[in-house]
C-alpha cells in the first residue's frame, strides 16, 4: 500500500541552526511530494513541493531534496526561528487522478531560544 | 491572498446526533478534500469532489459520511450519526488543475 513516513517523532534546534528533517516513502511511482508546516490549532500550510525529475529545489530559507534511489526525501530550514516551530509532514500524491494526499507521520520542530 | 474558510471552529455533539462541518473552498479552485486528523496523529484522507461528485473516498468515508457542493461557494461534510470515534480534527482542502493543496484551520468535532 502507500505510506510515507518520517524518522524522527522530534527535532530539538538551537535558534539560528540549521534543521533537517527526513521522510522515507515506500512507492516508487510516486512523482510529487509536498512539506507542510502545521502549527497548533492550524491547518496545514504549504512550505514546499518537487516533483519526481528533481533532486532539489530551494525556497526561502527552505531547500527539499529528493533521493529516489532510497525513496527519501528531507526538509532544510536554514537558520531555524523560533517561528519555525510547528509540525512538518511530508506528503506525496496518491495512486490514481484525484489528487488525494498520503501524509506521514509529522516530525514536531522545537527551536531553543 | 485567498484562502479556505471552515466553520464552526468547534462542534461539541452528542454521540448519534448528525454533524454538518462547512467549508468554503478558493474561489477558483475546482478540486475539493476533506481530511481527518486525530489527536496527536497524522492527517488522514476521507474523500475528494470533482465536477459535482466524488472522485474518490477512503475507507473511512463510509454510509455515515456525506458531502455536498450546494451551491457555488460551500462545501460541506455530514456525519450522520456520530461516534465517539469521530472525534477528531477536519481539514477542507481546494485546489485547481495543480496538483497543490490549500488547506482551511480545520474544524474540530468532540463527539461526547
Known amino acids: 500500500g502507500e505510506s510515507v513516513g518520517l524518522h524522527l517523532p522530534t527535532l530539538s534546534v538551537q535558534e539560528g541552526d540549521n534543521s533537517i528533517i527526513n521522510c522515507a516513502y515506500s512507492?516508487?511511482?510516486?512523482?510529487?511530494f509536498i512539506w507542510y508546516k502545521q502549527e497548533s490549532g492550524k491547518g496545514p500550510q504549504f512550505i514546499i513541493d518537487i516533483r519526481s525529475n528533481m533532486d532539489k529545489r530551494q525556497g526561502q530559507r527552505v531547500t527539499v531534496l529528493l533521493n529516489k534511489t532510497v525513496k527519501h526525501l528531507s526538509l532544510q530550514i536554514a537558520a531555524t526561528q523560533p517561528g519555525d516551530s510547528a509540525v512538518y509532514f511530508c506528503a506525496e500524491i496518491g495512486s490514481g487522478n484525484t489528487g488525494k494526499l498520503i501524509f506521514g507521520q509529522g516530525t514536531t520542530l522545537q527551536v531553543k531560544p | 491572498e485567498p484562502e479556505v474558510t471552515q466553520t464552526p471552529s468547534h462542534q461539541v455533539t452528542q454521540m448519534g446526533q448528525e454533524v454538518i462541518l462547512r467549508c468554503v473552498p478558493i474561489?477558483?479552485?475546482?478540486?475539493f478534500y476533506w481530511y481527518r486528523q486525530i489527536l496527536g496523529q497524522k492527517v488522514e484522507f476521507l474523500v475528494s469532489f470533482y465536477n459535482n461528485e466524488i472522485s474518490e473516498k477512503s475507507e473511512i468515508f463510509d454510509d455515515q459520511f456525506s458531502v455536498e457542493r450546494p451551491d457555488g461557494s460551500n462545501f460541506t461534510l455530514k456525519i450522520r450519526s456520530t461516534k465517539l470515534e469521530d472525534s477528531a480534527m477536519y481539514f477542507c482542502a481546494s485546489k485547481t488543475v495543480s496538483d497543490t493543496q490549500y488547506f482551511g484551520p480545520g474544524t474540530r468535532l468532540t463527539v461526547l
Open positions: 474561489s477558483n479552485h475546482l478540486y
Open positions: 512507492n516508487s511511482a510516486s512523482d510529487y
